[in-house]
């Protein structure tokens, strides 16, 4: 009995030591894994960037889409003077294909419609203050009505001339904003899908619209974009794919928040922008993007 007992007692005990072993493992496992998933969060820490919307930058009164002059200017030297850098599509494009690095303070500066006045008050600036640009060009804006009516600051659209102009300062990367899908029409709102009609109707009308302003650029500018610029913001489901398909690998929207740039290449889709409104001091513009 007392052997046996002992036996028993023998053998519980090395029930209870592989019990043991066996928690503390599991433990162990948890937690090497629970802390190796932090490592990897912390090593491919997100990158906070807040991007900034502007369209026309010329002396007239401030409006909701027209800053003047000097209102662009105090922007720039406020993002420089607080050390921000304006990062470039090229550069975020890197990032998400793990090429490089983007600046800790980084923001981006984008332009939509193609005002001439982005030329001629915006770049000098630009340089002044060593930053960089997106402007989102319409196609038939470019084509047709800046041709016809070029150079005035107050309306005018850039050419295709003043677009090289852009393209060679080194400042500004290019990107579509629709050839001619800049507006309401019957039921379509900017490039959105209208109700009427079905996903491949849509899908060709859409193809054949950006591939037309691709075309036009790339046959003028002898570079292509891989920027997209939702007009008015608004978006369809359907959009997307047909985006993809034509090479963009960056889309921007009007959602006023930041984003949070990660390694993955999927996170340029939907890149959120605040809208520089002339109502607003520097100040005051730049406190409201600037909160994490
Ligand atoms: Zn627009």
């Not at 912390?42 to 807040?50: C, G, I, M, R, T």
């Not at 859409?206 to 292509?224: F, K, P």
Request: aromatic fraction near 14%.
């Amino acid at each position: 009995m007392y052997e046996c007992r002992n036996a028993k007692h023998f053998f519980g005990l090395i029930l209870l030591d592989i019990l043991v072993f066996s928690i503390c493992s599991a433990f162990f496992f948890i937690g090497k894994n629970l802390f190796n998933s932090s490592a990897d969060v912390n090593s491919e820490k997100s990158v906070f960037l807040p991007v900034i919307m502007y369209h026309s930058v010329f002396s007239g009164t401030p409006e909701e889409y027209i800053v003047t002059p000097v209102q662009f200017e105090n922007d720039l030297s406020w993002l420089a003077e607080n050390g921000y850098t304006s990062v470039t599509a090229q550069q975020l494009t890197d990032y998400v294909d793990n090429k490089g690095n983007l600046p800790k303070k980084s923001v981006m500066i984008t332009f939509d419609d193609g005002c001439y006045n982005n030329l001629s008050d915006v770049l000098p600036l630009l340089e002044k203050y060593d930053m960089h640009a997106i402007v989102s060009v319409v196609g038939q804006y470019t084509d047709v009505i800046a041709e016809n009516d070029p150079h005035i600051p107050a309306y005018s659209y850039l050419t295709w001339d003043d677009i090289n102009r852009l393209i060679c300062s080194g400042r500004v990367e290019i990107g579509n904003h629709t050839y001619n899908m800049h507006s309401f029409k019957g039921d379509r709102k900017g490039c959105s899908k209208n109700t009427n009609e079905n996903e491949e109707e849509y899908n060709s009308i859409l193809t054949a619209d950006l591939s037309r302003l691709q075309s036009e650029i790339y046959e003028h500018t002898n570079t292509l974009p891989v920027v997209f610029a939702y007009p008015f913001g608004f978006i369809s489901d359907e959009s997307l794919p047909v985006i993809r398909e034509l090479g963009f690998t960056i889309t921007l929207t009007c959602s006023e928040r930041p984003n949070y740039i990660t390694r993955n290449p999927e996170c340029l889709y939907g890149i959120n922008r605040y809208n520089r409104s002339g109502f607003y001091s520097t100040e005051e513009f730049m406190n409201k993007i600037f909160k994490e």
